[in-house]
């Protein structure tokens, strides 16, 4: 049912059998012919493409010939309207531009090496369950990332954003555009009916700003996942990620100066804050995704928190072996 | 038009030219309203039609009786009395929605108007009530649910107290569905509604400069109003209560409808937008209060899931075309 939202409505229904009689015909100016495809770009306004329109052509050709020479994001199965959106925002256009700095970051400054993409199933819900860490998120870009590039067919992967991202200028529709959601159990249900892959941090801001004498150490998983994962039938892949701690490694977190300007932590890093904005730099580590077998868990999903906590250990577990595989495998943090 | 004070009927007690003495009827309030005109000629083929408005309403079909009269005058009983017995269903469209007239008067027409309606329904044994509310109700929020189903909380006058008495209507009819099971009644609460109708969102996409906030661009969802009245023919079947959010074909960006309509953005950074909106409407320079400009910021956005399996309602106009609905005026709605 979500999927009709996104299928345009048959044209050359009669969609006037129910109209009125018409005392007061209305003029008619319902176009006879579709009206041409709408161009590419939605951002700028206006009827004539403006001179930011067409380079935003350019930019889109070479886009096309360099980064996504096999049109990988066409592959991708989520279904859009005809206005290239689906009903979270996501857009294929918006997805093609942010590639163009997203690959170079992903192939040349982390040098992203996968493990077992294949074992992602490629159709139907599924959960990614992967660990975090690095001070800024950059982990899932390139899990989301490595599915679209280097997971044969590619899939899409949504993550889940903090929910006041919405109300930041900017970012507030362009995580939509690019497929991301607002961190709301409900879109997340919505999301996995539709049979899409969803990827969640269960440790959360715990993982992510983690002090660098825990690194690849699991912090405490929530949850939640586990509930719905039970609750729809969604199957579990562990996701590892090794490097991703070193981009970023933080000496101590000043929760208090986090509290005064709104963050969720303040990590102290050996570049930052000594370096000012620039020291917030991730360093060039090597990153290697390491992705495991599906599991499937089978209860009631309404049990106990003990009860959930055995199934959720049991995905811990599973990730940590990845990590140790990982970091046994590792010569080198930089490459 | 023929007021309501000279009695041409005093001669027939019972009926009017064109509703035959036993014919069943239906009563539509906000009959003269573009949307109760609407639903007025959709419904006269099928039933004798009863609108009761305070307005005139001009070119109506032949066998539509108008009952010129305020719906919270005590007289308007004499409407159900005349028809007790035969009234098959009850519109309720008659809202008003004009937000410079003051608090008071919003209040007195909506709730106290509506809880009469409700009473007289009760007391005629109307057994079906239609009540058209909105999706407002549930406002936009940072917070939302992408799609909210109709169990969502009403906060739509937390940051617009304007329209609390929507809100609390809304909650009146909701609670007269709990304590009166034997009148089946239906709210139904539709996305923006376009076409020929004099509202917000219409009268924003019929701008010709359209401001929109700088880095904020949220997904909406629109209806056609030929559409809401189809979903308000649905609900009049026997047997059909609860409530349903209507949602139309599809949900796009603001940007991409403004495309659509070649308009031209003109993006206000939104610390200014407010103040600015403000001034402008104490200024009586426009008609939108400033909280309206979270309807352009945060997304409001509701499931249509129960409305389509329980009533069977699918939009039935493509979303390019809803979207040209919204300028395309026809002879009712207000010159651009």
């Given at each position: 049912m979500p999927a009709d939202r996104s299928v345009p409505a048959?044209?050359?229904?009669?969609?006037?059998?129910?109209?009125?009689?018409?005392?007061?015909?209305?003029?008619?100016?319902?176009?006879s012919a579709p009206p041409p495809?709408?161009?590419?770009?939605?951002?700028?306004?206006?009827?004539r493409p403006s001179l930011l329109g067409r380079l935003g052509g350019l930019v889109d050709e070479w886009i096309a010939r360099r980064v996504d020479p096999d049109d990988r994001l066409k592959q991708i199965q989520t279904p859009t309207n005809e206005f290239g959106f689906?009903?979270?925002?996501?857009n294929r256009d918006f997805v093609r531009r942010a590639l163009l700095p997203a690959r170079w970051i992903y192939?040349?400054?982390?040098?992203v090496q996968c493990f077992g993409?294949?074992?992602?199933?490629?159709?139907g819900r599924v959960f990614l369950i992967a660990n975090h860490s690095g001070?800024?998120?950059l982990d899932a870009a390139m899990i989301l990332l490595s599915m679209l590039?280097?997971?044969?067919p590619p899939r899409m992967v949504r993550t889940m954003v903090e929910r006041?991202?919405?109300?930041?200028?900017f970012f507030s529709y362009l995580f939509a555009r690019w497929g991301q959601i607002v961190g709301i159990p409900d879109n997340c249900r919505e999301v996995l009916e539709n049979e899409e892959a969803i990827l969640v941090f269960p440790e959360g801001v715990r993982g992510i700003s983690?002090?660098?004498?825990?690194?690849?150490?699991?912090?405490e998983f929530g949850l939640g996942f586990m509930r719905l994962a039970l609750e729809l039938g969604v199957p579990i892949v562990p996701v590892a990620v090794v490097g991703a701690e070193e981009q970023a490694p933080a000496l101590a977190n000043l929760t208090r100066v986090g509290d005064i300007i709104g963050a969720p932590a303040f990590p102290v890093t050996p570049t930052f804050p000594l370096l000012?904005?620039?020291?917030?730099?991730?360093?060039p580590v090597k990153y290697r995704i390491y992705y495991g077998e599906p599991m499937r868990f089978d209860g009631d999903?309404?049990?106990e928190d003990d009860t959930l906590q055995e199934k959720v250990d049991a995905v811990k577990a599973e990730i940590q072996a990845l990590l140790q595989r990982g970091l046994a495998e590792r010569e080198h943090i930089f490459w | 038009m023929a007021g309501p004070e000279q009695d041409e009927r005093s001669g027939q007690p019972n009926g009017?030219?064109?509703?035959?003495?036993?014919e069943p009827v239906v009563i539509v309030t906000g009959a003269a309203g573009n949307l109760g005109r609407r639903l007025t000629r959709r419904l006269h083929r099928d039933y004798g039609v009863v609108g009761i408005d305070r307005r005139p309403f001009p070119?109506?079909?032949?066998d539509v009786a108008l009952e010129?009269?305020?719906?919270?005058?005590?007289?308007?009983?004499n409407v159900f009395r005349r028809y007790a017995g035969r009234i098959k269903a009850v519109f309720h469209t008659?809202?008003?929605?004009?937000?410079?007239?003051p608090a008071s008067e919003h209040y007195s027409f909506n709730l106290v108007g509506t809880t009469q309606v409700l009473n007289f329904c009760v007391r005629y044994k109307v057994p079906k009530f239609v009540f058209l509310s909105s999706a407002n109700v549930y406002g936009p929020h940072p917070?939302?649910?992408q799609f909210l189903t109709e169990?969502?909380?009403?906060?739509?006058?937390?940051?617009?107290?304007?329209?609390r008495d929507l809100v609390a209507v809304d909650h009146a009819v909701s609670s007269f569905l709990w304590k009166r099971p034997e009148i089946d009644t239906v709210i139904l609460r539709p996305v923006h509604i376009v076409g020929a109708v004099k509202n917000a969102p219409s009268n924003y996409l019929r701008l010709r400069y359209v401001p929109t906030l700088l880095g904020f661009d949220p997904m909406v969802q629109i209806i056609h109003v030929e559409d809401v009245v189809e979903a308000m023919v649905l609900s009049a079947r026997p047997g059909v209560r609860g409530i349903f959010n209507l949602t139309g074909p599809g949900e796009v960006p603001l940007s991409a409808i403004l495309k659509e309509l070649g308009k031209v953005r003109v993006p206000v950074p939104h610390p200014l937008a407010k103040p600015l909106l403000r001034f402008l409407w104490n200024s009586r320079l426009?008609?939108?209060?400033?909280?309206?400009?979270d309807h352009i910021r945060f997304i409001c956005m509701v499931d249509g899931a129960r409305a389509r399996e329980v009533l069977g309602f699918e939009a039935k106009r493509s979303l390019r075309d809803t979207i040209h609905a919204a300028v395309e005026a026809g002879p009712l709605a207000v010159p651009r």
């Amino acid at each position: 049912m979500p999927a009709d939202r996104s299928v345009p409505a048959d044209r050359s229904a009669p969609a006037d059998r129910s109209a009125p009689p018409a005392p007061t015909p209305r003029p008619a100016p319902r176009r006879s012919a579709p009206p041409p495809p709408p161009p590419r770009d939605v951002r700028f306004g206006g009827g004539r493409p403006s001179l930011l329109g067409r380079l935003g052509g350019l930019v889109d050709e070479w886009i096309a010939r360099r980064v996504d020479p096999d049109d990988r994001l066409k592959q991708i199965q989520t279904p859009t309207n005809e206005f290239g959106f689906d009903s979270f925002g996501f857009n294929r256009d918006f997805v093609r531009r942010a590639l163009l700095p997203a690959r170079w970051i992903y192939r040349h400054y982390f040098r992203v090496q996968c493990f077992g993409t294949e074992k992602v199933p490629p159709v139907g819900r599924v959960f990614l369950i992967a660990n975090h860490s690095g001070q800024l998120p950059l982990d899932a870009a390139m899990i989301l990332l490595s599915m679209l590039f280097d997971k044969q067919p590619p899939r899409m992967v949504r993550t889940m954003v903090e929910r006041w991202v919405a109300q930041i200028p900017f970012f507030s529709y362009l995580f939509a555009r690019w497929g991301q959601i607002v961190g709301i159990p409900d879109n997340c249900r919505e999301v996995l009916e539709n049979e899409e892959a969803i990827l969640v941090f269960p440790e959360g801001v715990r993982g992510i700003s983690k002090t660098f004498d825990r690194a690849y150490e699991l912090q405490e998983f929530g949850l939640g996942f586990m509930r719905l994962a039970l609750e729809l039938g969604v199957p579990i892949v562990p996701v590892a990620v090794v490097g991703a701690e070193e981009q970023a490694p933080a000496l101590a977190n000043l929760t208090r100066v986090g509290d005064i300007i709104g963050a969720p932590a303040f990590p102290v890093t050996p570049t930052f804050p000594l370096l000012g904005p620039l020291g917030l730099l991730p360093y060039p580590v090597k990153y290697r995704i390491y992705y495991g077998e599906p599991m499937r868990f089978d209860g009631d999903p309404n049990d106990e928190d003990d009860t959930l906590q055995e199934k959720v250990d049991a995905v811990k577990a599973e990730i940590q072996a990845l990590l140790q595989r990982g970091l046994a495998e590792r010569e080198h943090i930089f490459w | 038009m023929a007021g309501p004070e000279q009695d041409e009927r005093s001669g027939q007690p019972n009926g009017t030219p064109g509703i035959g003495p036993d014919e069943p009827v239906v009563i539509v309030t906000g009959a003269a309203g573009n949307l109760g005109r609407r639903l007025t000629r959709r419904l006269h083929r099928d039933y004798g039609v009863v609108g009761i408005d305070r307005r005139p309403f001009p070119n109506r079909p032949k066998d539509v009786a108008l009952e010129q009269i305020d719906i919270r005058r005590n007289r308007a009983e004499n409407v159900f009395r005349r028809y007790a017995g035969r009234i098959k269903a009850v519109f309720h469209t008659g809202i008003l929605h004009d937000m410079r007239k003051p608090a008071s008067e919003h209040y007195s027409f909506n709730l106290v108007g509506t809880t009469q309606v409700l009473n007289f329904c009760v007391r005629y044994k109307v057994p079906k009530f239609v009540f058209l509310s909105s999706a407002n109700v549930y406002g936009p929020h940072p917070h939302n649910a992408q799609f909210l189903t109709e169990d969502a909380p009403l906060r739509g006058s937390e940051g617009f107290p304007m329209i609390r008495d929507l809100v609390a209507v809304d909650h009146a009819v909701s609670s007269f569905l709990w304590k009166r099971p034997e009148i089946d009644t239906v709210i139904l609460r539709p996305v923006h509604i376009v076409g020929a109708v004099k509202n917000a969102p219409s009268n924003y996409l019929r701008l010709r400069y359209v401001p929109t906030l700088l880095g904020f661009d949220p997904m909406v969802q629109i209806i056609h109003v030929e559409d809401v009245v189809e979903a308000m023919v649905l609900s009049a079947r026997p047997g059909v209560r609860g409530i349903f959010n209507l949602t139309g074909p599809g949900e796009v960006p603001l940007s991409a409808i403004l495309k659509e309509l070649g308009k031209v953005r003109v993006p206000v950074p939104h610390p200014l937008a407010k103040p600015l909106l403000r001034f402008l409407w104490n200024s009586r320079l426009t008609t939108f209060p400033e909280p309206e400009l979270d309807h352009i910021r945060f997304i409001c956005m509701v499931d249509g899931a129960r409305a389509r399996e329980v009533l069977g309602f699918e939009a039935k106009r493509s979303l390019r075309d809803t979207i040209h609905a919204a300028v395309e005026a026809g002879p009712l709605a207000v010159p651009r």
